[in-house]
């Protein structure tokens, strides 16, 4: 007979504190099970966020005084529990060896929380039950020559790469096309703010504003060495910045968040003369995924070669301490709007607000522009 399993031990840590030999183990474990691979899984990133963010913790899980497993997590007030650097972070986890756990609702009263609202889950393990959503995730990942696999892109798409290939040849019109690595912060901050005005014009929340995104994208832009370091990559038309991407990269995998284009040169289609000069560099730069993550699949989809799906949710603690937030999360599918979507609407909104700044002063903010922006939407609709 199997001897029983010695019982899980849980160490709460501040992110920013996590100690050298607890981010080794985790590195470990990303490093035997590719599928964690993501910069975004990994302890520096958590650190990082850590630096910038008091409420930003680690669960480390132990078993005889070994690390297994590591839970990074935002914890808010009520023990309401966010993924890490939510809303950069596309994928979140427990990184946890394969053999070595329990399910996520004893996770959830073993961190000491009594929810977490999640929405880009990775979950080989099985820990959590099946979401209420699936998202799909998109990447670029090269096998061989970027020739070889933009070739196959175009065999794929032949019209749409027909239209990308004369936009193209109409912006190197302003002069020969580049890309680019290594530029000044003031380049970035140049990227922020083509971004947050593009925020403005779309009506959509300004993820850039808070405080900490800010101090959090501009130290890892200075991060220059490590397991995990910033990548700003820019393209040019001459001399001319058109736009570019900024992220982070482990390894071989790059993992941008902010993409932004030259508004005034928006006619020809950047975005898209950007990702062919992209995946051209990739070999040089040491790259063989560069991962786009979730949404905008309109844009992303003609040029991935790889798309998972992640889900999200609610997953609640067991028993009395998570039944309210499963109460909560369930009043708002009651009922006729609820059954429509709108309800749905409305609430993945404002839990994007919440996210997004942890302040009541920015929640405020958030609410404030949502409603503005919902007011141009129906003013537009009724011209």
Known sequence: MAAAASPLVVDLTPAAALGRADADAWRAIQADQTVFASPLLGPDFA????????????????????AVGFFP???????????????????????????AFTPGDSILALSRLK????????????????????????????DGPAETYLEARRAASPKKFKNYRRLQHRLAEVGPLSIRSGEAASVLDTLLRWKSEQFV???????????????????????????MTG????????DRLVGGHFGIRQGAIYHPWIASMDPDLAAYSPGNAFLDQAIRAMPDLGLRVYDLGLGHDHYKRPYVSTVKTVSGGLQSAPGGAGAFSRAGDEAWRMG??????????????????????????????????????TRRRSLIAGD
């Open 73 to 99: 997590h935002h914890r808010r007030p009520g023990g309401f529990g966010r993924p890490i650097g939510a809303p950069f972070s596309d994928y979140h986890a427990v990184v946890s060896e394969a053999d």
């Open 231 to 238: 990548l700003m990559l820019t393209l040019h038309a001459g």
């Open 201 to 227: 014009r779309t009506g959509t929340q300004d993820v850039l504003r808070p405080a900490w995104v800010g101090a959090l994208m501009h130290d890892l832009f200075e991060t220059r060495t490590g397991a």
């Open 47 to 66: 650190m990082a966020v850590g630096r910038v963010r008091e409420d930003a913790l680690v669960a480390v899980f132990r078993r005889d005084g070994r």
């Open 115 to 142: 929810a977490f609202r999640h929405s880009g889950m990775i979950d080989p393990h099985g820990l959590f039950p099946a979401a209420d959503q699936r998202h799909e995730a998109f990447s670029i990942e090269l």
């Open 336 to 373: 006729a709007l609820g059954r429509s979507g709108a309800i749905d609407k409305v609430r993945r909104r404002l839990d994007h607000i919440a996210t997004i700044d942890p302040s009541i002063r920015g929640r405020m903010h958030g609410l404030m522009e949502a409603v503005a922006a």
